[in-house]
């Protein structure tokens, strides 16, 4: 087979067809951060793929698909979770019906709706709302729902691999939906034995919750364990 290369500054990145597998993951750039392949497709079984090998899709609409595996890597682990004083009295205070897997298709549109200040646009295109569609109605994909007055007002997402979790996106329409949703699905997560959640990049909310960043062999060698016990 042979194999197809674009030219970047930082280097040559593998172009991919429906049948290429992804390179090492020793060729991922690292600069832009961790970009390993170009191209591809969106199916459940190249998602998969890429996911238990520490890889995910990130792209802006117009883009070909882009694969990613970031060093160092953001995580946190579930077991260590840590909630504020402000954000726990929220969450006693029981300000929303907190939901899992009741409206995966609303909260993944919600999360490419919604502006966030420090991006102009959505990298949750179309075709990625099709691919993690699917990935929930095989079992893979979850969502976390935060509803008020029965209006969905905030939520994340993200997959679930035997004992490993990938978090992908979030949003809130009320103050404090998202973060208060976020800590109902990591305390979940700890009861499913979940050893590790993907946070992929460094944000300071996620810093908040307890992730930090680790060195990406570090990663690779702690989801490999865990993605061993996948039984979807």
């Known amino acids: 087979m042979q194999e197809h290369y674009y030219p970047l500054p930082g280097g040559p990145v593998r172009i991919l067809d429906t049948t290429t597998p992804f390179p090492p993951l020793q060729q991922a750039l690292k600069e832009p951060n961790g970009l390993i392949a170009i191209g591809g497709d969106l199916t459940a079984d190249r998602l998969l793929a890429a996911y238990r090998q520490g890889i995910f899709p990130w792209f802006s609409p117009g883009e070909p698909i882009l694969w990613w ?3 160092p890597r ?17 969450i006693q205070q029981q300000p929303f019906d907190i939901r899992f897997n009741t409206a995966f298709e609303a ?5 490419a709706a919604t502006p966030r200040p420090d991006q102009p646009g ?6 990625i709302i099709a691919a993690y569609t699917q990935l929930h109605r095989l079992g893979y994909a979850h969502s ?7 209006q ?10 035997g004992r490993m979790f990938y ?23 700890n009861t ?22 680790i060195p990406r062999d570090q990663f690779i060698a702690q989801l490999n364990m865990l993605v061993q016990d996948d039984v979807t």
């Open 69 to 71: 595996s970031p060093d």
């Open 122 to 127: 959505t990298w949750i295109t179309d075709e």
């Open 192 to 213: 499913q034995q979940v050893g590790m959640i993907d946070c992929q990049m460094h944000t300071p909310l996620l810093a908040s919750f307890g992730a930090y960043e």
């Open 167 to 189: 978090g992908e996106s979030m949003f809130h329409h009320v103050s404090n939906a998202s973060k208060v949703a976020f800590a109902h699905l990591v305390q979940w997560l």
């Open 107 to 111: 909260v993944i549109n919600a999360c």
């Open 74 to 90: 953001m995580v946190l682990f579930p077991a260590t979770l840590n909630i504020g004083r402000s954000l726990r009295k929220v």
């Open 152 to 161: 969905l007002v905030g939520g994340c997402y993200g997959v679930k691999i």
């Open 144 to 150: 976390v729902e935060a509803w008020q007055h029965g």
